[in-house]
C-alpha cells in the first residue's frame, strides 16, 4: 500500500536541473492531493533535534507555579505558557499544555494611526527556573525559519512563479511564531481531545515529534495517522497558501485539517507566518494569481496564538 502521507527529500533542491524539476512536481503534487507531507534532508542535525526536545522536556517538567509565572494571560502580544485545558477547539478542552513564542523584538508605542497588528511584536516570556530555555528556542526558531524560506522559495518554483514571488513575505524580518506542546494523556484527563481538529492559518507550519505516536490529518474524509519518522519534520500547508487561485479558480495548495486525540508525548511546531505588514498592503499574491480567501469551518477554531498579516 502506497503511502498517503508522502517524504519528501529538500536536498533534492540541489542535485541538478533533473531532479529539481521531479522535486517540484512532487511538491506540488503533495500541496495539493494532501497538504500534509514529511520532511527530509532539511539540514537541522539530530544533536541539534535531541537539544529542543530535551529543552522543551525540561520545561514541561518544572513545578506549576514555575510554569505560571509567566502565563500567556500576562503577555500583551499573548506568548507565554497555557496550561492543559486552557485552549478550547470548537467549544471543546484541548488537553495539551504549551508554551508559546515569537520573533524577539521590542515592543511598538502604541497611539493614533499605529496599525493595530503592531501590539503583537514584542518580547517573550521565560522561565527564570530555566535560563537554558530560551538560547535553545531561539536556536530552533532560527533553523526551522531557514528552512520554511526554503520551502517558500520551492513552492513558488513549483507553481510557475519566480523563486522571489513569496519574497515580501520574509524578506527583512520575518514574522515567526513557535510553541512546544506536551499531551498528559487520556489517562490523566479522562478525555479523548488532545486537540481538536483544525487547520493552521499562516502560510507553513514544521511540526517536530517525538518517538510518540497521535498526530492525524484529515484526507479524503478519513483520519489518516502521521506517525513519527525518525529525523524528519512533518509540513502542514496553512490557509494562506489556499489563497491564490489560478485563471480556472483551482487552489494549488490544501490546508488539510489536523487533530491529536489525546496521548503522551510532546511536540514541537514552527509556524512560518507572514511578515507583520499594513493590511492595506498585499504582498502574499504571486504575480498571475487572482487571490480568493480561503473558507474556514462554520464553528472557527478558538486559538490564543494569534497571528497578523497583509489581507487581499
Not at 98 to 110: F, H, K, M, S
Amino acid at each position: 500500500m502506497a503511502r498517503i502521507i508522502p517524504v519528501l527529500d529538500l536536498d533534492r533542491l540541489e542535485q541538478g536541473a533533473s531532479e529539481l524539476r521531479t522535486f517540484l512536481l512532487d511538491l506540488r503534487t503533495a500541496a495539493r492531493d494532501v497538504g500534509f507531507f514529511y520532511l527530509s534532508g532539511h539540514g537541522i542535525t539530530q544533536p541539534e533535534i535531541d537539544a529542543v526536545l530535551g529543552a522543551a522536556r525540561r520545561f514541561f517538567a518544572l513545578p506549576e507555579a514555575d510554569k505560571l509565572d509567566i502565563e500567556m494571560v500576562k503577555s500583551p502580544q499573548f506568548r507565554g505558557y497555557t496550561p492543559a485545558g486552557g485552549e478550547l477547539t470548537r467549544g471543546k478542552a484541548d488537553w495539551r499544555e504549551q508554551l508559546d513564542i515569537g520573533v524577539e523584538r521590542a515592543t511598538i508605542p502604541q497611539g493614533p494611526g499605529v496599525p493595530a497588528w503592531t501590539r503583537l511584536q514584542g518580547p517573550n516570556q521565560w522561565p527564570a527556573a530555566l535560563p537554558d530555555l530560551k538560547p535553545a528556542l531561539l536556536a530552533w526558531q532560527a533553523k526551522s525559519t531557514d528552512v520554511a524560506i526554503r520551502l517558500l522559495k520551492a513552492f513558488a518554483l513549483s507553481l510557475d512563479q519566480p523563486e522571489d514571488a513569496f519574497d515580501p513575505i520574509y524578506r527583512g524580518e520575518p514574522n515567526h511564531r513557535m510553541k512546544i506542546v506536551r499531551y498528559p494523556g487520556r489517562n490523566a484527563t479522562g478525555d479523548d481531545q488532545g486537540v481538536g481538529a483544525h487547520k493552521d492559518g499562516g502560510f507553513l507550519t514544521l511540526l517536530l515529534q517525538d518517538e510518540n505516536k497521535g498526530l492525524q490529518v484529515e484526507y479524503d474524509g478519513s483520519w489518516v495517522d502521521v506517525d513519527p519518522i525518525p529525523r524528519t519534520l512533518v509540513v502542514n500547508i496553512g490557509e494562506l497558501l489556499e489563497l491564490p487561485r489560478t485563471a480556472i479558480s483551482e487552489p494549488p495548495c490544501i490546508a488539510s485539517s489536523r487533530r491529536r486525540p489525546a496521548s503522551n508525548g510532546f511536540r514541537c511546531r514552527s509556524s512560518s507566518a507572514p511578515g507583520l505588514t499594513p493590511p492595506s498592503r498585499c504582498s502574499i499574491c504571486p504575480r498571475n494569481w487572482r487571490p480568493k480567501r480561503a473558507a474556514r469551518p462554520a464553528t472557527p477554531t478558538i486559538r490564543s496564538s494569534a497571528m497578523s498579516g497583509p489581507t487581499c
